[in-house]
C-alpha cells in the first residue's frame, strides 16, 4: 500500500526555516520532519512513498538521491566515482517515488495529479508537517471496517498557551503545550482513501482536499472519522520548531515509536 505525502507548500509561517527549503525539510534532531513522518509508517511496514512535490522540490530529491552517503562510512574512488558503503541504515527497502505536482497546485490537485501511481485499492495520505504516535494498522483496520470512501484522523489539538494548575498560590503542574479536552476534534491528516477518492478531485490547480472534495464526502455520508487522543503536533511555526526540538533534546519525542 503506498502512503502519499504532500509536500508541496510554501510553508510561508515557518518563513525563519522554508526561506531556502520547503517546510517537510526543516530538521527536527538534525534530520527533516519529512524522514520522521516516513519512519512512523515504515515502522508499521509501509514502505513505498509518493512525495507530492512543488516549492523547492529538488532540495528533497537531493537529500534522498543521496541518502547513501549522508547516512553511512563510504569510500569513493575518484576517476571511477566508485562507491563503496561500510555500513547501512535501517531505512533500507524504502521506494520512493518523486511527483512534480506543481508550484501552486492546492493539495486537492497534487492527489489527483499522482492518480496514476496509485495502483491499489487503498493508499494512505498525510501531510508533511505532522508527527505523531498514531497507530496506523489500527488506523487502517478502522477504515475497512466503516466501508466508505475516506477515514480522516481526527486530534485533540495542542493549546497555544502553557497550562498552569496550582493549589493555594502554589504551581502543582506546569503544561508548556497541554492538548484542548473540549470534545472538539480537528484534523490531524493520516488519511486513508480508496480510489474512488479521484472521483472527487480535479487537477485544476486551485482544487482544495480540504474544502469541495471533503464537503461532498460528508454529503453522502462517505467519510468518517478515526479519533487519535495520543501525541500529535504539527510543524506550522516557528515556535513548533523549537518546541519538537525541545521534546527531541528532552528525551520527550513521543511520536519516536521506531527503535
Not at 534532531?29 to 507530492?52: D, E, Q
Not at 480510489?195 to 472534495?213: A, G, K, M, T, V
Not at 460528508?218 to 510543524?235: A, I, P, S, T
Request: charged content about 25%; some cysteine; hydrophobic content about 35%.
Amino acid at each position: 500500500m503506498k502512503v502519499v505525502i504532500l509536500c508541496g507548500g510554501l510553508g510561508t509561517r515557518l518563513k525563519e526555516e522554508t526561506e531556502f527549503k520547503p517546510k517537510p525539510m526543516v530538521e527536527i534532531a538534525g534530520r527533516p520532519i519529512l524522514w520522521h513522518i516516513m519512519k512512523t509508517y515504515s515502522h508499521y511496514g509501509f514502505n513505498k512513498f509518493v512525495l507530492c512535490l512543488g516549492y523547492r522540490g529538488d532540495s528533497i530529491k537531493d537529500y534522498f538521491c543521496n541518502y547513501e552517503s549522508r547516512n553511512n562510512d563510504f569510500t569513493l574512488k575518484l576517476g571511477t566515482n566508485e562507491i563503496t558503503v561500510h555500513n547501512q541504515h535501517t531505512e533500507s527497502g524504502w521506494e520512493i517515488t518523486f511527483a512534480d505536482t506543481g508550484l501552486n497546485s492546492m493539495t486537492g490537485a497534487r492527489v489527483k495529479k499522482i492518480m496514476k501511481y496509485i495502483d491499489e485499492d487503498l493508499f494512505m495520505l498525510t501531510y508533511g508537517d505532522g508527527v505523531s504516535n498514531i497507530d496506523i494498522k489500527k488506523l487502517l483496520e478502522f477504515h475497512k471496517s466503516q466501508g466508505k470512501i475516506a477515514t480522516i484522523t481526527g486530534v485533540l489539538p495542542p493549546s497555544r498557551f502553557g497550562e498552569i494548575l496550582e493549589n493555594k498560590g502554589i504551581v502543582k503542574n506546569f503544561n508548556e503545550k497541554p492538548q484542548v479536552h473540549s470534545g472538539s476534534l480537528i484534523s490531524g491528516g493520516y488519511f486513508v482513501f480508496n480510489r474512488n477518492i479521484f472521483d472527487f478531485l480535479s487537477d485544476s490547480h486551485d482544487c482544495i482536499l480540504e474544502r469541495q472534495p471533503m464537503e461532498n464526502l460528508v454529503k453522502e455520508n462517505q467519510l468518517c472519522v478515526y479519533k487519535h487522543e495520543g501525541f500529535w503536533q504539527c510543524m506550522d511555526t516557528f515556535r513548533d520548531f523549537e518546541y519538537l526540538n525541545n521534546l527531541w533534546r528532552e528525551g520527550n519525542a513521543t511520536w519516536k515509536i521506531w527503535t
